[in-house]
């Protein structure tokens, strides 16, 4: 209905009508039934001199998942506004891309048009030799089309383009382009031709078009009201039918609804309740089972990481120690203090296993545990400069982040002590809008990056960084020190 309403003139009509249709567009599954609409409407918009609604429409009409052809008629109305609007460049470059797409050429109707649109704005753009050549090219394929409107908008156009430059071919092109429209009896076709007609006529001449003129304004009032006064009826009868089917299919549907409702809704129910129990006790044993596989997993890593270092590195020192006593005089002085220094290496060792293996503190209490940890590093002969950290907001930081940092720096500092021999060590924090940046330096004698031991610790460094989507810059070079930049997102 609201495209017989455009297609007469009635735009108001017709948009009112579209406007009660698009609440139902969400439930529409066949898309070309929207592109319906959104098209009528932004024809509409257009034919009332409103361009921005009409873009709008046609743009959404574009967007729709309907086939090629359909596609390519949205991109010519886009194409058909943007030069109402004087926006002549921008729909160039819309239509010139479509000149050599193998669809648009099969489609001889459209490819008709496309030309003729091309052709109206190099036409605009003081371009005359193209848009003539574009012109005539489009009014070719519409002669072997034998399309009466097609043809009488080519005239119509023709007639614009040589009005100035060639008057008498200008005069047949519109002469032509009145014939053409007055075959289909398109009202706004024969329309526009006339209003040429007269703009180019003198004399007698001007007087009988004029004549020709003012009847078909006074027809087109008529048809017009004529045609709105039957729409009305129609719609007033329509709605009043639909109403009264709508009252009788409700009430028995009621009444069908309340028996159905009734017999079904203790079957759902019951349904409902034992796949609830289902999947509360699937999810049940689901979640124990994990937490329990974790739990022993943590377990296993834990003992075998703590079984690895006594054996590695304190059975070692206390081997070498025994073996020190065994054979050394200890009343000698120097004998006396070897030993004690081993023994406190050998604490120091046993202490620090201890503070790997411990739980990590992530409550309110975060930042005190971690000063502790970094300060633990610190001796008579390291000495660690800590910039930033209570500047970080750690409440909104999760614990799985807080611990990783924690560890990162463990395993940093742990290496730092063993390796690299340095006597200051930075370690800088900083938060951004969305992540942690943390910087760690220090100047030992740097770590050649072929060495086994690095690879191992910026294994495990890059590993839980990872895991939490963060990024790790490490660099080192022998006797430059070490550096490590660390990003974590908030």
Request: charged share 25%; hydrophobic share 35%; with cysteine.
């Amino acid at each position: 209905m609201a495209i017989i309403q455009e297609t007469h003139g009635d735009y108001a009509g017709s948009e009112a009508t579209i406007t009660k249709a698009l609440p139902y567009t969400k439930l529409v599954k066949n898309q070309l039934h929207v592109w319906n609409l959104y098209t009528t409407l932004g024809l509409n918009y257009l034919n009332t001199f409103d361009y921005k609604n009409a873009l709008l429409y046609h743009q959404k009409a574009l967007e729709l998942n309907v086939k090629l052809e359909k596609k390519l008629a949205s991109k010519n109305n886009i194409a058909t506004t943007l030069i109402q609007s004087k926006k002549h460049n921008e729909a160039l470059d819309l239509l010139l891309p479509l000149e050599n797409k193998n669809e648009a050429n099969k489609d001889l109707e459209f490819y008709g048009a496309l030309l003729d649109n091309i052709g109206l704005c190099y036409q605009q753009i003081d371009n005359y030799e193209i848009a003539s050549d574009y012109m005539q090219r489009g009014l070719e394929i519409r002669k072997k089309l034998n399309n009466p409107f097609g043809l009488g908008k080519s005239y119509l156009h023709l007639a614009e383009l040589n009005e100035i430059k060639n008057p008498l071919l200008a005069k047949k092109y519109m002469n032509l382009s009145y014939k053409e429209f007055s075959q289909i009896n398109h009202t706004d076709g024969r329309l526009s031709a006339l209003k040429m007609i007269l703009k180019n006529s003198s004399g007698s001449e001007l007087k009988a078009n004029s004549d020709i003129y003012i009847n078909l304004i006074d027809s087109t009032y008529e048809i017009t009201q004529k045609a709105k006064n039957q729409f009305a009826r129609i719609k007033y009868n329509s709605k009043r039918e639909k109403e009264e089917n709508l009252r009788l299919k409700t009430h028995k549907a009621e009444n069908e609804l309340k028996l159905e409702r009734q017999k079904n809704r203790n079957i759902i129910s019951y349904i409902i309740i034992v796949i609830s129990l289902c999947l509360i006790l699937i999810l049940y044993y689901y979640l124990t089972s994990k937490a329990n596989r974790e739990k022993i997993e943590a377990a296993y890593n834990s003992e075998t990481r703590i079984s690895k270092k006594l054996h590695d590195e304190l059975a070692n020192d206390i081997y070498h120690t025994m073996a020190f006593v065994e054979n050394r005089n200890l009343s000698v002085t120097e004998n006396k203090e070897h030993l004690l220094n081993n023994l406190d290496a050998i604490y120091s060792r046993t202490r620090d296993i201890s503070k790997e293996s411990c739980s990590i503190v992530t409550d309110q209490n975060y930042i005190s545990s971690l000063k502790e940890m970094i300060s633990g590093f610190s001796t008579l002969n390291i000495n660690i400069i800590l910039n930033g950290l209570d500047s970080i907001i750690w409440d909104d930081v999760n614990k799985n982040k807080k611990v990783t940092i924690y560890r990162v720096l463990q395993e940093l500092l742990v290496n730092m002590r063993k390796y690299s021999e340095a006597t200051l060590v930075g370690i800088n924090f900083k938060e951004t809008e969305k992540n942690i940046l943390i910087n760690y330096t220090d100047n030992g004698k740097g770590i050649n990056t072929e060495k086994i031991i690095f690879k191992n610790g910026l294994y495990n460094a890059e590993n839980r960084i990872h895991k939490i989507k963060g990024k790790i810059d490490i660099s080192s070079s022998p006797n430059q020190g070490f550096k490590v930049f660390i990003k974590l997102p908030l």
